[in-house]
């Protein structure tokens, strides 16, 4: 990779994660190239990116952003997993990951423009996602509507059990 390319995949990685996209921080030590694909896919599926490339082209791509605090934390060979969608889809792949492949480790992350430690980034992985939440918030709003109706629905219900009740005596009488 010459200069120019280098600067090149510096500043495309720089635009990527600003100015709101979350980044987990990831070292994949002993991950063998089947499981480096399979996590690629993975992450894909959640809408993210899985980015390896040099320590010294991370820490450029990340000075001046609040994702510089990462920069502590590259030593070894990393990974970026980054998206600008739902976060934590993207932080339960990577907890599963790294619960499957016990090589992967979390390192740290930057959530929502604030950095996370890797027990924080398992934390967030435990919260439903932002569709189960609205799908949740949903039935929340949903459910005194259906009560009010089948309130309302209950009345010429039991108008029609009584008419019912003196038709049938009726005709057992006449």
């Known amino acids: 990779m010459n200069r ?4 090149a995949s510096v500043e495309q990685l720089r635009a990527d994660l600003e100015p709101d996209g979350h980044v987990v921080l990831t070292e994949y ?3 063998t190239v089947e499981q480096m ?3 690629r ?20 791509a990340v000075e001046g952003t609040d994702k510089e605090v990462l920069g502590e934390f590259l030593t ?5 997993v980054y998206t600008k969608a739902d976060p934590v889809a993207m932080v339960k792949v990577v907890a599963d990951a790294s619960k499957e492949y016990q090589a992967m ?7 929502e423009g604030r950095q ?20 949740k918030m949903l039935g929340s709003l949903m459910s005194p509507l259906q009560g009010f109706a089948n309130v309302l629905q209950g009345v010429p219900r039991k108008l029609v059990y009584a008419l019912e ?3 049938q005596a009726k005709g057992a009488v006449g």
Not at 4 to 7: H, R, V
Not at 41 to 60: D, E, F, P, Y
């Open 76 to 80: 070894g060979p990393n990974a970026l």
């Open 105 to 111: 480790e979390v390192k740290a992350g930057v959530v």
């Open 165 to 167: 009740a003196i038709r």
């Open 41 to 60: 896919k993975q992450v894909r599926s959640a809408s993210g990116t899985l980015k390896v490339m040099k320590n010294t082209l991370m820490r450029r």
């Open 116 to 135: 996370m430690t890797a027990a924080e980034i398992f934390r967030i992985a435990e919260l439903p996602s932002r569709d189960e939440l609205l799908g």
């Open 4 to 7: 120019s390319e280098k600067e």
């Open 29 to 31: 030590r002993g991950l």
């Open 37 to 39: 694909s399979r996590l």
